[in-house]
């Protein structure tokens, strides 16, 4: 009865065994195929400098400076629009909020 419990409890673990072996096979097998191959990243488009005499004619050094190391920001600033600078709009911001616009 003893040599009976050790073949049937040997049989069950060689079952998980082989079981888990497949079933690792399957599930690799499945998402290997599922991955799609990355694609090269599409060009936004044909690149146009911004370097010729015309454009640098209306550009102080300054700018110029600011394109060529990278932290030229059209329109005024890194949103885009326009510079919230201005005497109309500083009257009416309190101190806290001038302090965090600064900041």
Known sequence: MNRT???FASSIAAAMLVGGALGATVVANVFAASSPSPSPAASPGTFH???DPTHEKGESAAQEAAENN???HPGGGPGGGPSNET???EAT???SREASEKS
């Open 5 to 7: 419990r050790i073949v």
């Open 93 to 95: 911001e309190s101190a």
């Open 70 to 72: 990278g932290t030229f």
């Open 87 to 89: 005497a109309a709009h």
């Open 49 to 51: 400098s911004n370097e």
